[in-house]
Structure formats: structure tokens, C-alpha cells
């Protein structure tokens, strides 16, 4: 079989990667075209929707609503995660387009940052699957612990997972760098060639394993075993358990259909990068293209964490209505009253309760909200 020399796939992303063959060029103007077209108008569309949802979770967490739960610090460290991941899709869609044309400087920050962030989104999901198994298995008395010893240990929770998330950036800041070929400029890791195969092979399957198949088994655990304690909860409608069901459902297929096409795709590089798989120019373009498509789906999910963890949330919800409803009365509109569908919330006691007292806002006591 024919080797061929890959040229460097140079379509932007930062975890980009080279092939080294010996005896000819596969020419990838047509992978560049397609990048050029196609990840600008997706770029776009996850801009304008991730700013506007997770903007109004971080305005809404920070200015209306106490953070009672790990899992309410969560939904807010995420969403600044996702903003930050946001801010840097202007700067790949120019390079997409133009070349990369900001200096070393803006390339080694920015695929930092892209990483870094792209890595705490995906740990900050595994931590709110935990903290509701335990608000399940080990808070069944429905008290949650929002005093001061359990804030300290949210925010060392959240600090651990942004060293980790920072520290899997950190490739990035080293070794991303601005390279030109055949007159075109790119931003892209660059491994010195002592340890280029090596690195890079290594670098793809930590990511895989830390972005995708660990959170994807610590939420399947989670969830079917909050799943159970739905299913056997006493005192909770039938039709209201399904509700609740579905939602965990939910959470899990999206984040399912959104990650793992692209880590399908990872992993096939990182074989390619050890064993040298691909040695067709074609085959080699149509997996260029499927890295692009499957990265864009992956960051997708920027724009769909609002409403998985924020916005089905009846105290958020409640909070974004009653914004609504002032911003209409400022407006001269009166809001209809209809019948607003219930928040599938659930309380998970071991015995039950004596007496809910309607008018109570007390913040030591909680109901578990899918």
C-alpha cells in the first residue's frame, strides 16, 4: 500500500494534529473549504444561543437566588464554563475563514482556554450526577446542609475541578503555536519531534477517558440509581415520577448524542496516531471533516446545559418568570394567568412528612428537583 505525507490538518482546532508520511502530499484545500463554510455559521448559532441562556443562568444564580445545593454552585460554575468555551469560537471561525493572524501569544491563551473549559464543563456534569445520588441515598431526610462547613466544601469541590480542568489545559499553553503552510497561517500543537507520536497519541485518549467516558459512567450510575429512588418513592404520583424519569433520561441521551461521535472520532485518531491507520488521502479528508462536524455537535452542548440543569429547575424557572412578568408590567402588558404546568420536583424522604408548610422559604430544607 502507498504512504502518503498528510498535510497538517490545520481547519483550527486546537488539539489538531500531523502525519508524517514519506512519499507524497494529500492536499486538503477542499477539508479547508468546507471548514471555512461550514463552522462559521455553526459558531455563530452556539455564540448566540450559549450567551443568551447561560448569561441569564449566571445573572439569575447570582443576583435572585441562593445557592442552597452543591449541585445549584454546579449549574453556576458551568455556565461561566460554557461562556468562557463561547468567548473563543469568534477567533476559530476567523480562523477558519483567514488563517490565524493574532500571534503566538492569542493562540497559546486561546486554545487554553478552549481546552481547559471544554474539560470543566464535562467534570462539572459528573459532579451534579454525584451530588444528586447523594441527595437521594444519603439525604433522605431532605435536609441539605447550606450552612457554612458545607459551602467551604462546594467551593473546594468546584476549585478541584478547575485545577484539573486547567491542568488538562495545559498542553495546549505549551506547545500551541502559529504555524504557515503553503501560505496559509494556523493555530495548532506543535510536539517537539522526540515525542510528538507519543504525546499526542497519550494527550487524545486522557481526553477521551476525562471528557467523555468518565462523566458518561459516573452519570449512568448516578442516575439509575436516582432512577430507583424514584421509581420506589411512596406519596409521589405515578404520571410525576415519569416526568422525573424522563428528565434523567434526557440528560443522559444529550449528553450521549452530543460527546460521543466526537470521541468515536478521537479515538480513531489516536489509533491513527499509533499505528498509522489511515494511508488513503481520501479516507484521511473524510476523517477531517467528521472531526469538525462531531467537534461542533460536541460544543452543542454549551447551549443546551441551560436548559437540562438550569431551566427545568422550578426555582430558577420561577425566578426567570416573575422577571418576565415585571418586564411586561413595564411594558404595559398584562401577563396571562394560565395554568402553568408543575415543576417536577420531588421530595425524597425516608418516612414521611408530617406536615409541608406552603408559605415556608426555609433554606435548610429542600426537595430533590429533577
Known amino acids: 500500500m502507498e504512504d502518503f505525507y498528510y498535510e497538517d490538518e490545520d481547519a483550527h482546532f486546537n488539539d489538531s494534529y500531523d502525519y508524517n508520511y514519506e512519499h507524497s502530499i494529500c492536499d486538503k484545500e477542499a477539508v479547508r473549504s468546507f471548514g471555512g463554510v461550514f463552522l462559521p455559521i455553526i459558531y455563530a448559532l452556539a455564540l448566540v444561543v450559549g450567551l443568551a441562556g447561560n448569561a441569564l443562568v449566571v445573572v439569575v444564580y447570582t443576583s435572585r437566588l441562593r445557592l442552597r445545593t452543591l449541585t445549584d454552585v454546579c449549574i453556576l460554575n458551568l455556565a461561566v464554563s460554557d461562556l468562557l468555551l463561547l468567548f473563543t469560537l469568534p477567533f476559530w471561525a476567523a480562523d477558519a475563514v483567514h488563517g490565524w493572524r493574532l500571534g503566538t501569544g492569542m493562540c497559546k491563551f486561546t486554545s487554553f482556554l478552549y481546552s481547559a473549559n471544554f474539560s470543566c464543563g464535562m467534570l462539572l456534569l459528573a459532579c451534579i450526577s454525584v451530588d444528586r445520588y447523594r441527595a437521594v441515598a444519603h439525604n433522605p431526610s431532605g435536609r441539605t446542609g447550606a450552612g457554612a462547613r458545607a459551602r467551604i466544601r462546594w467551593l473546594l469541590v468546584c ?22 503552510t503553503h501560505h496559509r497561517t494556523s493555530c495548532t500543537a506543535i510536539y517537539p519531534h522526540s515525542m510528538a507520536l507519543p504525546a499526542k497519541a497519550s494527550l487524545e485518549l486522557l481526553e477521551i477517558i476525562l471528557r467523555f467516558l468518565l462523566p458518561f459512567l459516573v452519570m449512568v450510575v448516578c442516575y439509575c440509581q436516582v432512577g430507583r429512588a424514584l421509581s420506589r418513592a411512596a406519596g409521589v404520583r405515578r404520571e410525576r415520577k415519569w416526568r422525573a424519569l424522563r428528565v434523567l433520561l434526557a440528560v443522559v441521551a444529550v449528553f450521549l448524542l452530543t460527546q460521543l461521535p466526537y470521541s468515536v472520532v478521537k479515538l480513531w485518531r489516536a489509533l491513527d496516531i499509533i499505528y498509522m491507520l489511515v494511508t488513503d488521502c481520501e479516507v484521511s479528508k473524510g476523517l477531517d471533516r467528521a472531526l469538525q462536524v462531531t467537534e461542533s455537535l460536541a460544543l452543542a452542548h454549551a447551549c443546551i446545559n441551560p436548559l437540562l440543569y438550569a431551566f427545568i429547575g422550578s426555582s430558577f424557572r420561577g425566578h426567570v418568570l416573575k422577571a418576565a412578568k415585571r418586564l411586561g408590567q413595564r411594558l404595559g402588558r398584562h401577563p396571562r394567568h394560565g395554568g402553568e404546568e408543575p415543576a417536577v420536583e420531588i421530595a425524597l424522604r425516608a418516612r414521611a ?13 429542600s426537595t430533590f428537583t429533577i
Open 353 to 365: 412528612q408530617t406536615q409541608s408548610q406552603s408559605g415556608s422559604d426555609d433554606p435548610d430544607t
Open 159 to 180: 476549585l478541584s475541578l478547575w485545577a484539573l480542568a486547567i491542568i488538562l489545559g495545559i498542553p495546549e499553553l505549551i506547545f500551541s503555536t502559529v504555524k504557515t
